[in-house]
């Protein structure tokens, strides 16, 4: 992935990060960053399927999910699945879709199934949701249902790349579609057993306190109306996890905890009336408390 996203090494581990903890990424930012190459590069680098939704005004959620169709041969419906039924579902610019439309994929990111009339159809394993979107200052744009958000374990700004990485790419990208040049590193298979082995590493009760701690102070803040859901706890624990066991450790310290608030957390809260006329932002109120929490001592983190 390094290839095709040059100079972004934090945006590339927080995505593997994210598939491997069974999450789905939301990435804001401005057009022309690499949002839509990132997606691209990480099916390109895992043996798998990638589908792709160019989310419009007027996209119908039967063209995220699939439709069935009445077969004359057969006298019945068939289901002609959309192109949620892939390993790497690219959501390109989502908040270009009405609210309707968005929340087709509520269904399909929560449970890793779709129904259609009727009847439930699973999706494959691994499944990811990539979606992008464009600020929502920019002209033609909705703003995500809380509840969707809810359901993207992380959110990251890609951001302009630096002096050095846009020289390289001026040198080595231009007119190439640099996606094109990889090729798949790991299987599916690979990838399903590394979300399987990181349920096994421990986080210790002080951590689990802290975590729960953290929530309590989200949902009694004064700058917040709606602080982190049990989801965004659960989520937490799981991508700290996996951060850890990249780290090539069996059990998570408080640094993870730190590191990986933010993109794990800030898009789950909501501002209240107050803070939003204030300028306050999510991150800003997120740090503040993250400053004022005790943090858990090492002793007993690993036993």
């Known amino acids: 992935m390094r290839y095709a996203i040059r100079g972004k090494d934090e945006v590339i581990r927080l995505t593997v990060l994210c598939l491997i903890a069974e999450g789905h990424l939301l990435i804001e930012d401005a057009p022309g960053v690499g949002k839509t190459s990132i997606a691209k590069a990480l099916a390109a680098s895992v043996d798998s399927s990638l589908g792709r939704i160019q989310f419009t005004p007027d996209l119908l959620p039967g063209d995220v999910t699939g439709i069935s169709v009445w077969n ?5 419906f068939d289901f002609r699945p959309g192109p949620v039924f892939n390993n790497i ?46 600020p929502i200052e920019h002209e033609g744009t909705y703003v995500l249902p809380e509840a969707q958000l809810d359901r993207f374990l992380m959110r990251v700004s890609v951001g ?42 421990h986080v210790a009760p002080s951590l689990r306190n802290y975590m729960v701690d ?43 905890l730190k590191n990986l608030a933010q993109p794990t957390l800030a898009h789950r809260l909501v501002l209240s009336p107050e803070a939003q006329l204030q300028g306050v932002t999510t991150t800003q109120v997120l740090g503040e408390i993250l400053a004022g929490l005790p943090v858990p001592t090492s002793p007993g983190l690993v036993t």
């Open 214 to 256: 953290l929530a309590t102070a989200t949902r009694q803040h004064p700058s917040l109306a709606v602080g982190m859901s049990p989801r965004a706890v659960l989520a937490l624990q799981r991508v700290t996890r996996t951060a850890a066991a990249a780290a090539h450790r069996d059990h998570v310290i408080p640094d993870d």
């Open 160 to 201: 302009y790349p630096d002096r050095a990485a846009e020289l390289d790419i001026l040198t080595t990208l231009d007119g190439d579609d640099p996606t094109a040049q990889l090729k798949a590193v790991v299987t599916t298979d690979n990838i399903r057993g590394m979300s399987k082995a990181v349920s096994s590493v």
């Open 89 to 134: 579902v690219l959501g390109d610019e989502i908040n270009r879709a009405s609210p309707k439309t968005q929340s087709s994929l509520l269904e399909s990111m929560a449970e890793r199934q779709v129904t259609v009339d009727g009847s439930t159809h699973q999706l494959a394993s691994p499944f990811m949701v990539i979606a992008t979107q464009n």
């Open 72 to 76: 004359r041969n057969t006298g019945d």
